[in-house]
């Protein structure tokens, strides 16, 4: 059993920034891939960021610039450094992981319970 436990949302005026966190517990052998979605009301969700096992990085267009994604990779924890934020990032956001419970390379998603992040204008 695998857990995804993000932290950090809130509610931040415009311009401001938050610092989400997600951290990956239980039956982990190896992780390739770490990143944040989000989706806002009525929306289907998107990736915002992902990070791979070499550090390698992906933004969306929307976020380029705005946000950073890093990982601790002794903690099995990855991080999104939001900036500049605008009312168009609310949304709730969540932690995805591609991982694998042991060393016959099979790889599985698990998904966070997802945090809220409002910004107000």
């Known amino acids: 059993q695998v857990q995804l436990v993000e932290s950090g949302g809130g509610l931040v005026q415009a311009g401001g920034s938050l610092t989400l966190s997600c951290a990956a517990s239980g039956n982990i052998f190896s992780i390739k891939t770490m990143s944040w979605y989000r989706q806002a009301p009525g929306g289907q969700r998107e990736l915002v960021a992902l990070i791979n096992n070499t550090g390698s990085t992906n933004y969306a267009d929307s976020v380029t610039g705005r946000f950073t994604i890093s990982r601790d990779s002794a903690k099995n924890t990855v991080y999104l450094q939001m900036k500049g934020l605008k009312p168009g990032d609310t949304a709730i956001y969540y932690c995805?992981?591609?991982?694998?419970?042991?060393?016959?390379?099979?790889?599985?998603?698990?998904w966070g319970q997802g945090t809220q992040v409002t910004v107000s204008s």
């Open positions: 995805h992981a591609v991982l694998a419970y042991n060393s016959d390379s099979r790889w599985y998603q698990w």
